[in-house]
C-alpha cells in the first residue's frame, strides 16, 4: 500500500476520531455538571421540607397562648400551603417557575420572623421548654436553608459556566442543556435596617412626664 494512501487513512481515522470521542466527553461532562445541580438542589428541598414540618408543631404550642394574635398565626399557615404547594422539577425548572418558588419560601419566612418576635410579647410562652426548643430547631433550619441555597447558587453558576463555553455550547444546545436558575436576595435584604428616633415626641413626653413648677 502505497505511504501516503497509509497516511492519509491514519489522519482520516484520527479525525473520525476525535469528532465522535470529543462530544462524547463533553456530553458526560455536562451530565456531571447537571447531576451536581440536581443533587444540590434535593439539598435545598430537604431543609425546606424540615421547615414546614416544624411549622404545624410551632403553631399548634403558640395557639395554646391565651389571646395571641390570630392575624400572626393564620398568616404562617396560609404562607406554609402556599410554599408546600409550588413544586419544581429540577430537570426543568423555568425562571419564572423558579421565582414563583422563591417568592413563596420567602414569604414563609417573612410570616415565621413576624410570628417569633410576635411571641417576645408573651414572656411566659416564650419560656416554655417546648417553644424553646422549637424556635431553636426553626432557627437552625433557618440557617441551613442559607446555607444550602449558597450551595446550590455556586453549583448552578459552574454549570451554566459550562454549557456556554465553547465549544461545550455546541454539545449542549445539541443535547438540551439549559441554564438554571439561581436564588436571589430578597428585596432589602442587602440594606441595614433603618432605625430612627424621634426626639421630639421623646422630648414632648419627657416634658409632659415632668412635674410641674408652683407659680409664686
Known amino acids: 500500500m502505497n505511504k501516503k494512501v497509509i497516511i492519509t487513512i491514519v489522519v482520516i481515522a484520527v479525525v473520525l476520531l476525535v469528532i465522535v470521542v470529543w462530544p462524547i466527553k463533553i456530553y458526560n461532562r455536562l451530565v456531571k455538571a447537571d447531576e451536581s445541580v440536581s443533587t444540590a438542589w434535593s439539598q435545598v428541598e430537604n431543609v425546606y421540607q424540615r421547615r414546614a414540618d416544624l411549622i404545624p ?3 399548634a404550642t403558640v395557639q395554646g397562648a391565651a389571646d395571641f394574635e390570630k392575624s400572626t398565626l393564620d398568616a404562617v399557615i396560609s404562607a406554609r400551603a402556599q ?35 410576635t411571641v417576645e410579647s408573651y414572656p ?16 437552625g433550619t433557618e ?15 459552574a454549570y ?15 443535547f438540551g442543556f439549559e ?30 412626664a415632668a412635674p410641674a413648677q408652683s407659680e409664686n
Open 83 to 117: 410554599a408546600t404547594s409550588v413544586k419544581l422539577d429540577p430537570s426543568n425548572m423555568t425562571e419564572a417557575d423558579f421565582q414563583k418558588f422563591q417568592a413563596a419560601q420567602d414569604n414563609l419566612s417573612s410570616s415565621l420572623s413576624r410570628l417569633l418576635v
Open 57 to 59: 408543631q410551632l403553631v
Open 160 to 174: 451554566n459556566v459550562q454549557i456556554r463555553r465553547f465549544p461545550n455550547n455546541i454539545v449542549a444546545g445539541m
Open 143 to 157: 440557617s441551613r436553608i442559607t446555607v444550602e441555597r449558597n450551595k446550590f447558587n455556586e453549583v448552578a453558576k
Open 179 to 208: 441554564k438554571r436558575a439561581y436564588f436571589q436576595s430578597a428585596p432589602g435584604a442587602d440594606k441595614a435596617p433603618e432605625v430612627k428616633f424621634d426626639f421630639n415626641s421623646s422630648n414632648s413626653s419627657q416634658n409632659s
Open 124 to 139: 411566659e410562652l416564650e419560656a416554655t421548654q417546648n417553644f424553646q426548643t422549637l424556635q431553636a430547631q426553626i432557627e
